[in-house]
DNA sequence: TCATTAACAATCAAATATGCGCAAGCTGGA
DNA sequence: TCCAGCTTGCGCATATTTGATTGTTAATGA
């Protein structure tokens, strides 16, 4: 087990229960408290929790794992929804994108494709979108058009939210709006955990030619807390092949074209 | 096999694992691990993995801060100049940052000070900025409230321009703008390479009720293409001690307070 | 207040990953 | 064909990580 992995372990413990002990966790990972300490300094000088005597407690992140430990979870799922979602935009495509791990890879996976398709050195794609950890990883792959909505940083989400996210997504006009949900439900539509977020995906949703919803199937079937639009609202959605063959014909009966990947 | 299928080979590794380890990948593509090490440090400054000891990881979040302690050049003074930068900021502040190395230091010392720790579950610092980095990289730590200013993403840089950045700014005030400029002169005033970041740093500063310049002594009595602002307009200016005494007093005579660290 | 005990920091040695130099092999052009 | 430039693999010196040891510090209770 490498020290990142041992990271992410502590880091997830401490999500979990808000706290850690030296002793258990050296036990349960199999290996030495001195490093156990050791690594817990680490983490506390990156300001990612607090060091107490014999343990830890939840510092900066009590609530949410950094997406890099999230991504584990349905891998490939993810990775096949989001490149048949990538696939689905042309080139020159005004895209816009909202925050989580599905959508991640579809910009990953965008960027990889306009490495393909280049055309004249000019940028064949534009990515909107009001994820930090999206437009930090783009920002140096020359071939995509990064533009970042302002507002408020959610540090769960690394998500752009806000009345002056708002105001920048009144001023423009996309080709297409990819968005990753947290529930989508054939009559209640699509749903995010955050009211905050939930509205500016609406927005995004309204100023769009075509809205793309990617969820895979674990997502679907379900409603969360804050609606972001009906199904109406939305013209494709990419699932993965696990998806209940009843519940993507009642999508499909909803009006909403579904790709399974 | 040649080195483009073998960088392909690990992204999707990457992208299924979300990590990768030397031995075993050497072993699975029959190539040496020094070969592995070569492409992990080549796909590692494009900034498509994070290398770890014993292979790589996906995504640009990292656990580390390796630019504090090897940013290139000057590193000990830009620390130096962003402590004590940092260090005019009182508590409650309403801090406007712009891209840089040494403003991304100043960002760290903020996030770090324990006289700013939140009181009361709030943050007690709010910190506004056009830079990408600077925002990934305090969105996790909850000391600070982080506001980007939306715009267009220069892949140089990491800033964010044009007139959405414009519009978002005109939208808010700030108690302090720290801007780190690539040039400064007694009677030109403030200077970037690039016009685009020039004009959002110059709104920035007119929007701030003070106005802090970091930069160290090699910027000093140089000019660049672009003005941000006349000497005039500027409150403060924090440099390091090798700045010669006859350039400072020029500056004090301008009327700006210059601080040494 | 003082003794007891658990946690800690400092240090060392072993294991292992890494970086560098160099030679061999391959590729593409003159 | 030959050469220049590049990539690859190997060996060795170096750096990093880890676990154990030992002395020190901090919390607990009488």
Redesign the pocket.
Known sequence: ???HE?WNELLAILARDGKV???AV?AEL????????????HLSRQQMLT??????VAGAISYDLPLQYKAARHAPEKHRIATAAAALLPPGAIVGLNGGTTTTEVARSLASRADLDRQGGEPSVTVVTNALNIANELVVRRHVKIVVIGGVALPESYELIGPLADGVLREISLDFAVLGVDALDPEGGAFAHHEGEAGINRLMASRAGRVIVVADSSKLGGRAFARICPCSAIDTLVTDRDAPAETVQRFRDAGVDVVQA
């Open positions: 087990m490498s020290s041992r002990e030296v002793d050296a199999g290996v030495s408290a001195a490093t156990i300490r050791r690594d817990l300094d060091r107490t005597r014999g343990g830890a």
